[in-house]
């Protein structure tokens, strides 16, 4: 069951955004988060970023996780996350042909251990367009194409991520495992959008 559940994150436009053009009832920048929205990356919490076992997240800035094999919904503008963005554990054992997490090896997620998890798009500076996200593999880097800038899409501020991660703690210590996955699919999490110089300023705050 926590293998293969999935978690719904929503989109929304942030404090006083101007919605001056309409997309399926919300705003163009809401839509496009939603839609090209291509890596996750940002701040991770510095007590926790040591517990995640995959080596490229070892660094307190990291931007390896690839946002275009999540399912999308661009009507209700929602991302269906993994279960272990929530819980993860580092031991499994085999059950019935299914991988199951070990209780007692057990720790927070990667979205939980984010303080400040930007979201961000490949744009092309000559076609005045976002890639699609499921489309760009196989193309030469932004190094070699420096028509292809990164975009500064939305990011969860640090107020709400510390809010909820110590609701989260507090499951996992009680081992409420569906709980936490319920947690995540209420609605717990929200992405703001936002422009670039918005997420250096909350950053700034924090560092």
Not at 31 to 39: K, M, P
Not at 102 to 126: C, H, K, Q
Request: charged share 20%; glycine share 6%.
């Amino acid at each position: 069951m926590l293998w293969n559940a999935s978690c719904k994150v929503n989109i929304q436009a942030g404090n006083g955004q101007k919605k001056n053009v309409e997309v399926v009832g919300d705003s163009v920048a809401v839509h496009r988060l939603c839609v090209y929205a291509d890596e996750m990356g940002g701040l991770l919490n510095k007590d926790l970023w040591h517990l995640q076992v995959d080596t490229f997240w070892h660094t307190r800035d990291s931007w390896t996780f690839n946002m275009a094999s999540l399912e999308r919904d661009t009507i209700n503008h929602t991302f269906t996350f993994w279960n272990s963005f929530v819980i993860q554990f580092h031991d499994y054992y085999m059950e019935n042909g299914e991988q199951m997490g070990l209780e007692g090896s057990e720790y927070l997620g990667l979205l939980a251990s984010y303080d400040l998890p930007l979201f961000r798009a490949i744009y092309d500076t000559v076609k005045h367009e976002y890639m699609d996200p499921y489309n760009i593999y196989g193309l030469p880097g932004l190094v070699e194409n420096p028509t292809l800038v990164w975009d500064t899409l939305g990011y969860i501020p640090f107020s709400l991520m510390e809010k909820n991660r110590n609701i989260l703690l507090q499951m996992l210590e009680e081992k409420r495992y569906q709980d936490m996955l319920d947690f995540l699919e209420s609605g717990a999490y929200v992405i703001y959008t936002c422009t670039g110089e918005e997420y250096r300023k909350a950053r700034q705050e924090l560092d």
